[in-house]
């Protein structure tokens, strides 16, 4: 639910393609999915309802990827996410 569903993601997005994410073979279709990015990570801070919020979220993610130089099926994402008020814009660009 958190890598796709809470992410706004429809049922027939490409990303929920089993060419593209990695599902393990344990109980229901789609069920057990490792996850392909750090977004859900936003999701569960927003779900506590605490503010303001200021987060960093590394993590390992899994993606079908075919090894090459340039890319591997296993790889780090980093993203931060800040929620308060009187942030803006200029305030990400470093003004």
């Known amino acids: 639910m958190y890598n796709f569903t809470a992410l706004n993601m429809p049922r027939h997005h490409s990303a929920r393609s089993i060419q593209d994410s990695f599902y393990l073979d344990i109980g229901d279709k789609e069920t ?44 780090h994402q980093i993203e931060g996410m800040v929620v308060d008020e009187g942030v803006t814009f200029a305030d990400l660009a470093g003004r």
């Open 32 to 75: 057990w999915l490792l996850r392909s990015q750090t977004s859900p990570v936003q999701i569960r801070l927003l779900e506590r309802g605490e503010l303001p919020i200021y987060a960093i979220a590394p993590g390992r993610v899994y993606r079908r990827d075919t090894p090459d130089a340039r890319h591997l099926p296993i790889f």
